[in-house]
């Protein structure tokens, strides 16, 4: 790599479109959080790694991410906490100036029936899912419209797209999320910031693998292998497949493309 004038010539500009960037995603000590931070690291950014409590994981993710030559950094916070999220801000800011691309990935999505659901369970889903994004997205949206240039992306899920049996928390949070999205995108989008949500579909090799199956298998037998029998592409998704889509919508070549939807789903069919 070379650079021209103290600037990144137009070589090295094509190849790391995302050089001089700083990202940000929360929740991103495994699965796609982990892998989103890879992607958006070889894009050239700059990669704050976020976790709440898995510290070990945040430092393997920022080793493997030296190990690429990516330069990352680890920053511990529960992002569903408003507070926190003040004080993270006043961190990164006080360290990088600002935040260009916050990738709003911090999530759960326990399984429930509604007439067991709890008000404890209800918040806490709601506010690990949704509220997380909007006390991220507040804190970091001013210094986008001061350097006049964003990327914000959400990751949200089928559940608030279709409905998701025994999800009733989840399905709402993310549906929210999808409402954020939109109206983040219509007020900031003057300021040449984007915002767009990306749906997930069914994973392979995601953490809560297991749970997931055991437990809808559980409450109605069947349900999990019926679900991926809906995939036209006829295999689960990858945390990779979840990051190229994230790659393109924090990329220059998305430049006009906010308030979207982009469903990484192997074609899946909401029926």
Same mark, same amino acid.
């Given at each position: $790599?070379? =650079?021209?004038?103290?600037?990144? %010539?137009?070589?090295?500009?094509?190849?790391?479109?995302?050089?001089?960037?700083?990202?940000? +995603?929360?929740?991103?000590?495994?699965?796609?959080? &982990?892998?989103?931070?890879?992607?958006?690291?070889?894009?050239?950014?700059? *990669?704050? +790694?976020?976790?709440?409590?898995?510290?070990?994981?945040?430092?393997? *993710?920022?080793? %493997?991410?030296?190990?690429?030559?990516?330069? @990352?950094?680890?920053?511990?916070?529960?992002?569903?906490?408003?507070?926190? *999220?003040? #004080?993270?801000?006043?961190?990164?800011?006080?360290?990088?100036?600002?935040?260009?691309?916050?990738? !709003?990935?911090?999530?759960? %999505?326990?399984? $429930?029936?509604?007439?067991?659901?709890?008000?404890?369970?209800?918040?806490?889903?709601?506010?690990?899912?949704? @509220? /997380?994004?909007?006390?991220?997205?507040?804190?970091?949206?001013?210094?986008?419209?001061?350097?006049?240039?964003?990327?914000?992306?959400?990751?949200?899920?089928?559940?608030?797209?279709?409905?998701? =049996?025994?999800?009733? &928390? !989840?399905?709402?949070?993310?549906?929210?999320? @999808?409402?954020?999205?939109?109206?983040?995108?219509? #007020?900031?989008?003057?300021?040449?910031?984007?915002?767009?949500?990306?749906?997930?579909?069914?994973? #392979?090799?995601?953490?809560?693998? =297991?749970?997931?199956?055991?437990? %809808?298998?559980?409450?109605?037998?069947?349900?999990?292998?019926?679900?991926?029998?809906?995939?036209?592409?006829?295999?689960?998704?990858?945390?990779?497949?979840?990051? /190229?889509?994230?790659?393109?919508?924090?990329?220059?070549?998305?430049?006009?493309?906010?308030?979207?939807?982009?469903? +990484?789903?192997?074609?899946?069919?909401?029926?």
């Amino acid at each position: $790599m070379t =650079k021209s004038h103290g600037f990144w %010539s137009a070589e090295v500009a094509q190849e790391l479109p995302l050089a001089g960037k700083v990202a940000l +995603v929360t929740g991103s000590g495994r699965n796609i959080g &982990a892998a989103v931070a890879g992607r958006l690291g070889r894009m050239g950014a700059k *990669v704050v +790694v976020n976790v709440r409590a898995s510290i070990d994981e945040g430092k393997a *993710v920022c080793a %493997s991410l030296g190990e690429q030559g990516i330069d @990352s950094t680890l920053r511990v916070a529960d992002v569903s906490d408003s507070a926190q *999220v003040r #004080e993270l801000g006043d961190d990164l800011i006080a360290s990088f100036g600002r935040v260009d691309v916050l990738v !709003n990935n911090v999530g759960i %999505s326990p399984m $429930m029936p509604i007439t067991e659901t709890t008000d404890d369970f209800w918040h806490l889903v709601l506010n690990t899912s949704l @509220s /997380s994004a909007f006390f991220c997205t507040r804190a970091f949206a001013p210094g986008m419209i001061e350097a006049r240039w964003g990327r914000i992306i959400n990751i949200g899920g089928v559940a608030g797209i279709r409905g998701t =049996k025994f999800k009733t &928390a !989840n399905a709402a949070a993310k549906a929210g999320l @999808s409402g954020l999205t939109r109206s983040t995108a219509n #007020e900031l989008g003057e300021f040449g910031i984007t915002c767009n949500f990306v749906g997930p579909g069914h994973l #392979e090799r995601v953490h809560e693998r =297991k749970y997931y199956k055991d437990e %809808s298998d559980t409450l109605d037998p069947g349900f999990s292998d019926r679900w991926a029998a809906m995939i036209p592409r006829k295999r689960l998704g990858t945390a990779d497949d979840v990051a /190229s889509g994230c790659a393109f919508l924090a990329s220059p070549d998305a430049d006009y493309v906010t308030g979207q939807t982009l469903l +990484v789903n192997g074609g899946m069919f909401f029926t």
